[in-house]
């Protein structure tokens, strides 16, 4: 089984469970512990889990149905895509992409505690608010429009747009772009 094969088994298992000792995982997994240490690591980082003692627990209040749901737009949530909003009380809102994450950001502003995205290239978790964020490419993530994709280098966004156009923007300017492009074309469905 692949890490990414057994991080999904643990945010599955963490989700029907709420919580887990490692050494349950390692035995349900037939992995060492240590793998498991390492394969939960990224689950940290977005905000999925969290480390206790000898074990994870989850951050969302509840494990229902809808978790694998965006906060906006109700589309199914693709990791490689997802866009975390960290607010006050471990509380934890996840949208489909960054379109939809921008969108939910503004509505919720000073709320926001943290925001986390992936490199469209390197699938890291980044801070939103250090992102660079292309919209107008000719690359179909099959997400919501306008669509933007996130990068943490600014030379990797700059050199994205090289050879599938679109335009770099900071945090700020790719808020207000989508806002203005939402009003404008009433292209969000």
Known sequence: MLPVERQNR?????????????SELSKELGVSEMTVHRDI??????GIIKKTFG????????????TNDCIICGNHIQER???RLILPGSKIETACCSHCGLIRHNQLGDEVM???CFDF?????ISAHQAWFVMNSSVNIGCCQPQILTFELKDH???FITGFGGKVYTFNEAIQTN?????SNSCHE
């Open 55 to 66: 074990g994870i627990t989850t951050l969302q209040e509840t494990a229902s149905p809808t």
């Open 10 to 22: 643990i945010k599955d298992l963490i989700l029907s469970n709420q919580s887990m000792k490692i």
């Open 41 to 46: 690591k990224p689950l940290i980082v977005e």
């Open 157 to 159: 966004a700059e050199k």
């Open 179 to 183: 806002l203005r492009k939402m009003q």
């Open 114 to 116: 943290e925001a986390i």
């Open 81 to 83: 895509l997802a866009y």
């Open 121 to 125: 290239f390197r699938q890291t978790t």
